[in-house]
């Protein structure tokens, strides 16, 4: 249910982070769980059919991207 496409964003950006730089860490990870939410309920959404995000699936992708 994670995108793809944060995860390899996550991991190339966090391979050019310092490990003593924490915060620079914190911040790059929060962005990461506010694409997730942003592509997941992006893309199970349909505008055109009047079909809302389904959050449910969203908020458990955030959840499962920090385990």
């Keep these: 249910m994670i995108p793809g496409e ?3 964003l996550y ?7 310092p490990t ?3 915060i620079v860490q914190i911040i790059w990870a ?5 694409a997730v939410v942003m592509i997941r309920s992006y893309g199970s959404s349909d505008p055109k059919n009047g079909l809302k995000p389904q959050w449910e699936t969203v908020i458990l992708s955030a959840i499962c991207l920090r385990h």
């Design 20 to 22: 003593e730089n924490g």
């Design 30 to 34: 929060i962005f990461c769980l506010v």
């Design 11 to 17: 991991l190339v950006g966090n391979g050019f982070i």
């Design 6 to 8: 944060v995860i390899s």
